[in-house]
């Protein structure tokens, strides 16, 4: 499984609204998660199963999407997400990554 | 809390040898998938080992498939990555990754990161 994350870089105005986007090669059902990372730090778990956020993740990001194409949204964005954001296919090994998006200060 | 505290690594030559271990605290290691991510420099992020929980399997990725071995001791909560046959572009940040509850391949809890830098 191939997974394309598009943009490869989203730039956003803090209180706006980022959308990014993750399409796989072959149909992966909902087995995706998102992770955000920041520089120096390790990759955090936001969202798996396409659409259930992680223990403690604010409400701002939802995900959404089904087969081969998905959506991570960040409502309302604060200073802390600027980041680079994985897709990741889960559903069986090879789990392989998008190669991301960077959401960085418009 | 889970925490994961990884060490090894630094610098290996080329058709060498390194060891990483993750000392893993505050869940029982041998009930959960634990997974090997690394990324190179300025790159993102490639899975290149896991292992099963409950003597589960042990996968790899084509990159270093016959080169690296994944393991764990339970009784010292700890996961290793034995990684031979060094080459340049095992160069990267290592991190260990607990599988979430509901699925062995996607990672709630990770460790800080593990330089490893393969050169002559």
């Known amino acids: 499984i191939v997974l394309t994350q598009y943009p490869d870089t989203l730039s956003v105005s803090p209180g706006e609204r980022a959308t990014l986007s993750c399409r796989a090669s072959?149909?992966?059902?909902?087995?995706l998660a998102w992770y955000q990372q920041k520089p120096g730090q390790a990759p955090r778990l936001l969202i798996y199963?396409?659409?259930t956020r992680a223990s403690g993740l604010s409400a701002r990001f939802s995900g959404s999407g089904f087969g081969t194409e998905f959506t991570l949204t960040i409502n309302s964005l604060q200073t802390e997400d600027f980041a680079v954001y994985y897709c990741?296919?889960?559903?069986?090994?090879?789990?392989?990554f998008g190669q991301g998006t960077k959401v960085d200060v418009k | 809390e889970v925490r994961l505290l990884g060490s090894g690594g630094g610098l290996g030559q080329p058709g060498g040898s390194l060891r990483l271990s993750c000392e893993a605290s505050?869940?029982?290691?041998?009930?959960?998938?634990m997974s090997w991510v690394r990324q190179a420099p300025g790159k993102g992020l490639e899975c290149v080992s896991a292992?099963?929980?409950?003597?589960?399997?042990?996968f790899y990725s084509d990159s270093v498939k016959g080169r690296f071995t994944i393991s764990r001791d339970n009784s010292k909560s700890t996961l290793y990555l034995q990684m031979n046959t060094l080459r340049d572009d095992d160069t990267g940040v290592y991190f260990c990754?607990?599988?979430?509850?509901?699925?062995?391949?996607?990672?709630?809890?990770w460790g800080q990161g593990i330089p490893v830098i393969v050169s002559s």
């Open positions: 990754a607990k599988g979430h509850a509901n699925g062995w391949f996607f990672f709630d809890s």
């Open positions: 505050g869940f029982t290691l041998s009930t959960f998938a």
């Open positions: 292992i099963g929980g409950h003597g589960g399997g042990t």
């Open positions: 072959h149909s992966i059902s909902s087995n």
């Open positions: 199963g396409a659409s």
């Open positions: 990741h296919y889960h559903g069986n090994w090879p789990a392989t």
